[in-house]
């Protein structure tokens, strides 16, 4: 257990369709990050978030975009879905940059 | 951005035996974190490593960030260690982590 949690578990969505992912991080935790996990690969980094604000990016476009609550929890929001966007989304707290991973959403676009 | 290699990508091994898994980065590094992820998916922390050695029960890791490669030893493997590990650095600040394309262990009873 690394006391983050996320929810949904599943999703099924339909392309062009938007989806909310949200995560819950351990309480302290002031930073969150995302990932997103194809089939067979490693994770990809999609943005961070430190202090409810957005500080680091990785190559994914501003479809893909993000929340960060005071209550240490945080959301990722996808417009305009694509097949491509299927995959496992993790995010992951950290207070001191050692990130503690959630069990992840498992996406799937139709 | 940085370039993370693992190897080998698939390793197949009967209970008890040993293996060494490898991870190469194409530059310097503050941040280096050995991962395992089990069936379901979910990824629990094994080391953070940027440099030199740890242990921990039956894992250990080496870090030797001047030639840029980490290795993560795994001795008298049982089929709970069984999944992919995953190999990530980060270059420092808000670079998030870059992460291998792991190494997907089997071992068999």
């Known amino acids: 257990e690394t006391g983050v949690t996320q929810s949904p578990t599943h999703l099924i969505k339909t392309r062009g369709q938007q989806v909310t992912l949200r995560c819950s991080s351990q309480?302290?935790?002031?930073?969150v990050s995302w990932y997103q996990q194809a089939l067979g690969q490693g994770p990809q980094f999609i943005f961070q978030?430190?202090?409810?604000?957005?500080?680091g990016r990785g190559n994914f476009p501003p479809r893909f975009s993000g929340l960060q609550f005071p209550n240490y929890s945080s959301e990722l929001n996808v417009n305009a879905l694509e097949l491509d966007d299927s995959a496992l989304y993790l995010c992951a707290s950290s207070l001191d940059g050692n990130p503690y991973f959630g069990p992840g959403t498992r996406l799937l676009v139709l | 951005g940085i370039q993370v290699e693992q190897s080998p990508p698939d390793l197949i091994l009967q209970e008890g035996a040993n293996s060494t898994l490898r991870c190469n980065f194409s530059d310097s590094v503050n941040n280096l974190q050995w991962f395992h992820q089990n069936p379901w998916g979910q990824l629990i922390n094994l080391f953070y490593i940027p440099s030199g050695t740890k242990q921990n029960g039956r894992l250990s890791a080496t870090t030797v960030a001047t030639e840029r490669y980490s290795l993560l030893y795994i001795s008298s493997s049982q089929t709970t260690d069984s999944g992919v590990y995953f190999c990530?650095?980060?270059?420092?600040?808000?670079?998030?982590?870059?992460f291998g394309k792991g190494t997907h262990l089997i071992i068999q009873p």
């Open positions: 990530a650095v980060s270059g420092g600040g808000a670079d998030g982590l870059t």
């Open positions: 309480s302290g935790h002031n930073t």
């Open positions: 978030y430190y202090r409810e604000e957005e500080n």
